[in-house]
């Protein structure tokens, strides 16, 4: 499993979340919405500090990681973060 953003997805993480070198950028699963993986979870992301990372990527400085606990959620998938340019928030791809 690996992460991996494009460049509008980062210049987002450093807008709109103000995401600065140093930190670290959690992808989760949280209960409620749908992904295309389960029904009833969806993605989510926060500042966070990792406690057992399973997949990261450091980007400028930031680390965007997955966690142990969160790893159940991408059933051996790679997640890819793009940027919907006319939504202008993110999209998030699973692709084995």
Request: aromatic share 14%; no cysteine.
């Amino acid at each position: 499993m690996n992460i991996q953003l494009t460049e509008d997805a980062v210049r987002w993480f450093e807008t709109e979340m103000d995401v600065e070198p140093g930190e670290t950028v959690q992808f989760y699963a949280r209960y409620g919405g749908s992904s295309p993986l389960h029904e009833g979870f969806s993605l989510g992301i926060q500042k966070s500090e990792p406690d057992k990372i399973v997949a990261k990527t450091v980007i400028n400085d930031v680390t965007y990681y997955i966690d142990e606990h969160d790893a159940w959620f991408f059933q051996d998938h790679h997640l890819l973060v793009s940027l919907n340019d006319d939504l202008n928030e993110l999209h998030f791809a699973y692709e084995k």
